[in-house]
């Protein structure tokens, strides 16, 4: 599971070196060894001088891989004029820049897993895992057939409290996934969204409604929270879902998108009706929930081949065209793998 918590904003030379900061420090805090943390601080060096060189520049997102002993992970994300053709990018030599073009195929050698999704004059994500020699352990969500899941959570700018918060949790069959949006944002967002999630934590069997009704109780001291809650049941191939305020889910697939119902309410303060409804899951499917710091405007359609990357490439991907940009973000994707 992968926890994206930490953006680097690089828009001139001067903020390249807060992205190696950023990685040594990342690093740092996984636990990762001297070889895998000068790998890191390689990584974000090359990535955010790419983004200056071929996007007039972009962001570096950062977070922790769960599911590897010691492991982090570096996202850069740009609205540049993409690339054309990622195969001759990563070759050593090839450049649009009036470099050596050693960049993308650096990056390929240094991180232990790459991911890439570009549109021409739409941009390009890079996602990228750094991780010691250990094997990866096994996640508490390998059931069959496994789910990968990853969530990128940032607060609103000029704040450092995070005022959303997610979860995931796995039962005997199943993944559930929850987001959490304290009303408004700074501490007292936090302290709302907080609470929820540590309802949530020990619900991985309880009932849809009752995690509902108990967060409902845990949040009367707080201001309160939009709460949207899914449960994937693989081998039963279904989605259910329950939601109380403005928490954005969808189930996208091959076949196209299904937007799941939310009922209004205040989660802690105006909860009048829960339901829950079910949906179709597929091998192909990938759950997004999101909180309304992303436009919930966006569609599939327009983004080719998106759904077969990363979990965690796609919700970067969406928090880059999507993010409001004045409010809590937070995305989170689950699909198997």
């Known amino acids: 599971m992968i926890r994206i918590n930490r953006i680097e904003r690089v828009g001139d030379t001067s903020e390249v070196a807060g992205a190696r900061r950023a990685a040594a420090e990342c690093a740092s805090a996984s ?115 496994r789910i990968a899941i990853a969530g990128l959570s940032l607060p609103k700018p000029g704040e450092t409290a995070f005022g959303d918060a997610w979860i995931a949790m796995r039962g005997n069959d199943t993944v559930t996934v929850a987001v959490a949006d304290g009303l408004g944002h700074g501490p007292a967002a936090a302290t709302a969204s907080a609470a929820a999630v540590r309802i949530f934590a020990g619900g991985a069997e309880q009932p849809l409604e009752q995690l509902m009704q108990d967060a409902h109780a845990a949040l009367r001291p707080t201001r309160g929270a939009a709460v949207g809650i899914a449960r994937i049941y693989p081998q039963q191939r279904r989605v259910d879902f329950i939601g109380s305020g403005n928490i954005a889910g969808t189930i996208a697939d091959d076949e196209g998108m299904r937007k799941t119902v939310s009922l209004p309410g205040i989660v802690g303060h105006e909860m009048r009706k829960l339901q829950t409804f079910s ?56 699909k198997a793998s």
């Not at 929930?289 to 077969?308: E, F, I, V």
């Open 279 to 334: 949906y179709p899951w597929s091998a192909s499917s990938v759950l997004i929930l999101h909180s309304d710091g992303l436009s919930a405007s966006w569609a599939t359609k327009t983004y080719p081949g998106l759904l077969q990357h990363e979990a965690a490439l796609i919700a970067a991907v969406l928090y880059r065209d999507h993010c409001r940009g004045n409010d809590d973000a937070t995305v989170v994707a689950a």
């Open 31 to 145: 636990r990762l060894s001297e070889t895998a943390a000068g790998n890191a601080a390689l990584l974000a060096t090359e990535l955010a001088t790419n983004l200056l060189k071929h996007a007039g520049g972009g962001s570096m997102l950062f977070g922790t891989d769960e599911s590897r002993p010691q492991a982090m992970t570096i996202t850069a994300i740009d609205k540049g004029r993409g690339m054309i053709n990622v195969a001759a990018a990563m070759q050593d030599g090839y450049s649009t820049a009036g470099s050596q073009g050693t960049g993308l195929g650096a990056v390929e050698r240094r991180a232990t897993s790459l991911d890439i999704y570009t549109m021409p004059d739409k941009g390009t994500v890079i996602h990228c895992t750094i991780a010691d020699d250990a094997p990866r352990s096994s996640s508490p969500f390998d059931i069959q057939p």
